[in-house]
């Protein structure tokens, strides 16, 4: 047997006048996407932001539904429309902003499996690092160099065979 060991670096910020202008801003547009998010259910609204090679920010937020499956999380409402518009370009960064409608959040909500994955396709499609801001309405930030760093063991096409 071998035992391994799988570790990133996390960076933590107390401030988000810590981070670059275009991270501030990045933030800052995600947590304006998630004042319209549509979170009847769970009453937890989540807002996405993401930033293209080209300049270009697209935004998503979580859009639920009463039958549950249908629903889409930010992260993936933002990823799938910026391949959608913008094939092809680099994503950047994606930042992602959370909070509940009954309580105080002070912790950053990390993306779920299903938008890891979304997010860790598109950053192996592109064949460079997506850096992931998460921010809750109150605390620190997180920032990850890479989805590959929070989803290390990754499923992808290279186990389908010749694609």
Not at 85 to 105: E, L, Q, T, Y
């Given at each position: 047997?071998?035992?391994?060991?799988?570790?990133?670096?996390?960076?933590?910020?107390e401030h988000?006048?810590?981070?670059?202008?275009?991270?501030?801003?990045?933030?800052?547009?995600?947590?304006?996407?998630?004042?319209?998010?549509?979170?009847?259910?769970?009453?937890?609204?989540?807002?996405?932001?993401?930033l293209l090679?080209?300049?270009?920010?697209?935004?998503?937020?979580?859009?639920?539904?009463?039958?549950?499956?249908?629903?889409?999380?930010?992260?993936?409402?933002?990823?799938?429309?910026?391949?959608?518009?913008?094939?092809?370009?680099?994503?950047?960064?994606?930042?992602?902003?959370?909070?509940?409608?009954?309580?105080?959040?002070?912790?950053?909500?990390?993306?779920?499996?299903?938008?890891?994955?979304?997010?860790?396709?598109?950053?192996?499609?592109?064949?460079?690092?997506?850096?992931?801001?998460?921010?809750?309405?109150?605390?620190?930030?997180?920032?990850?160099?890479?989805?590959?760093?929070?989803?290390?063991?990754?499923?992808?096409?290279?186990?389908?065979?010749?694609?």
């Amino acid at each position: 047997m071998e035992k391994k060991r799988i570790a990133f670096d996390l960076f933590v910020f107390e401030h988000d006048n810590e981070l670059s202008q275009n991270e501030q801003k990045l933030l800052h547009t995600a947590e304006a996407a998630r004042e319209n998010a549509y979170a009847p259910y769970s009453r937890f609204k989540v807002g996405a932001a993401v930033l293209l090679e080209n300049g270009e920010t697209v935004i998503g937020n979580n859009q639920e539904n009463a039958s549950y499956p249908s629903g889409l999380c930010a992260e993936r409402v933002a990823i799938f429309q910026a391949g959608a518009r913008f094939p092809g370009v680099a994503i950047k960064a994606v930042a992602i902003s959370a909070a509940a409608m009954d309580h105080v959040v002070d912790q950053p909500a990390a993306p779920c499996g299903n938008c890891r994955q979304a997010i860790m396709e598109y950053e192996q499609k592109q064949q460079s690092p997506i850096t992931i801001l998460l921010k809750a309405e109150k605390g620190p930030i997180y920032k990850c160099s890479s989805m590959a760093d929070i989803l290390p063991l990754a499923f992808n096409n290279s186990f389908l065979g010749d694609s």
